[in-house]
């Protein structure tokens, strides 16, 4: 069986579990896919890691694409994402519908847990930062190097975890109480691009196009990511 790598963020994660085996199905091409932080990918690329497709933040994607290690040709937006914020399963739901109601629970809860490497942590410090209560929350944050903020939830060592909707809706046990206010941010899009040197270009350019299709929109959807 042809085998395609795919380097990932973890954005996509909870999507891709059943996309790539829809595709495996229909093409008989299985796809090898490693999630991480864009961040850490960029740093993984640059130091010369191989692969066929990748897909990163937008601004992540159009470095590569301005390194030449990615095509230009071809690449697409796949999905937008929001950053959340999430609490235990079970646990009252903060009032988070205002930027002054989002600013009262942040400060009330024991700790927030956020990324340090993800797309959504570099936002919330600058959030944070914004709101004036970035020395009070850091006093008790629990920021996680890499992975899923919200099994600090499952853990006991949080009380919210702060991170894309589509990366908090992968562990099990927690509830999403919804999206930061729209106003206070700018969705993050997800982009994928051919790499250059593809080992495989002929089927990694067939996983684009199906990932960039209509019909993966459902699922896209139910894993917390907007088309």
């Known amino acids: 069986m042809e085998k395609i790598r795919m380097l990932s963020t973890l954005g996509l994660m909870g999507a891709m579990r059943s996309l790539s085996s ?9 796809v090898d896919a490693d999630f991480a932080p864009t961040l850490a990918l960029l740093r993984r690329l640059r130091d010369g890691e191989a692969a066929d497709l990748v897909i990163l933040t937008r601004e992540g994607l159009d470095e590569m694409i301005g390194e030449g290690r990615v095509l230009a040709g071809g690449a697409a937006d796949l999905a937008r994402s929001f950053v959340g914020i999430a609490v235990r399963a079970g646990q009252m739901h903060p009032d988070i519908s205002s930027e002054a109601a989002l ?22 410090a600058r959030l944070i930062a914004q709101m004036g209560i970035a020395a009070e ?8 190097a890499q992975g899923f903020t919200a099994e600090r939830l499952v ?18 046990g927690i509830e999403v109480v919804g999206p930061i206010p729209h106003d206070l941010q700018t969705p993050a899009v997800f982009s994928a691009g051919r790499m250059a040197n593809a080992k495989h270009a002929e089927a990694a350019g067939r996983l684009l196009r199906y990932l960039a299709s209509p019909e993966v929109v459902p699922v896209l959807r139910q894993s917390g990511l907007e088309p």
């Open 22 to 30: 829809a595709f495996e199905t229909a093409t008989g091409i299985h």
């Open 103 to 124: 600013r009262k629970s942040l400060l009330s809860a024991r700790s927030v847990a956020y990324s340090r490497l993800g797309a959504s942590g570099v936002y919330f």
């Open 155 to 172: 853990t006991g060592e949080a009380d919210l975890a702060v991170q894309q909707i589509s990366e908090l809706k992968q562990v099990e």
């Open 137 to 144: 929350i850091n006093a008790k944050a629990t920021i996680v």
